[in-house]
């Protein structure tokens, strides 16, 4: 009796525990080394991204994603395996059909974070190491992206935090690091009698400061946001400079602006537009 339960112990963990275990370790192994695969790709990135200015980064990323990849198919695969050793292909499709159904309605915000993370691959939005926010509740995240997965993506905060974003919570994302030039503005407060006369003057200045600010890209536009006009006139100068230039630009044109228009009693501000 004790022989006979022996030997059926025995033959399950034959035919099934250590098949699954072993399944399970073959995973285990392809994740360990699912990062050097992925750099093994790296002379077909290079070739599809031998335009690409931002290479180095945009590889950093891919490499992060395809090694995510890599060790979620070879775990389902030994799920697969795994279950194979107890039903037949048939049953197999049907269970796999069932499970699927069922987990797409129990994990739908998984399969989301999965399946953004897989556009991630094709698609340039952002890369390791880029300047990012994202708008979230109850503040924006900004920061350095350090790492992408099929999952989450990792941004350390500008206080030296670590934020952990599932991916389908991507929707909205402002990239500080892309883009051909910077965006600033100054705005300016002038009495109304002198609005004609100052107009003229910043037209002027606006070319003439080409040859003034090297981060200038193109002479400045004058806008008034308000339209507004009473004692005092509102106007914001909106000036293009060198990407990640638009601070140092920003300090530029209010010393040139307080230096030429001191006479005409304008209060030049700084406002934001990087």
Known sequence: MLQAEAEHVGSILRLY?????AFYLAAYGVQRISRTIARSLRPLGDWAMSGNPRRVERQRTLQALIASA????AYITATLFSLSLFV????????VGLFSAAFGLGARPFISDYLTGITFIFEDSFDVGDKIEIPASPKSVEGVVEAV???TTRIRGMDGELYTIPNGDIRLMRNFSRGSYSMTTVTLTIPAPELKQTL?????LGNEAMALLPNLLEPWQVISKSGELGERAELTILAKARFGKGAVLRTNLLTL??????DAAVEPDAAPGE
């Open 88 to 95: 037949s292909l048939d049953s197999l499709i049907w269970v």
């Open 257 to 262: 602006l307080q230096e030429r228009l001191s």
């Open 200 to 204: 003229t003057r910043l037209e002027d």
């Open 17 to 21: 525990v250590l098949p699954i275990l």
């Open 149 to 151: 997965t099929l999952r």
């Open 70 to 73: 890599i060790s979620i198919a």
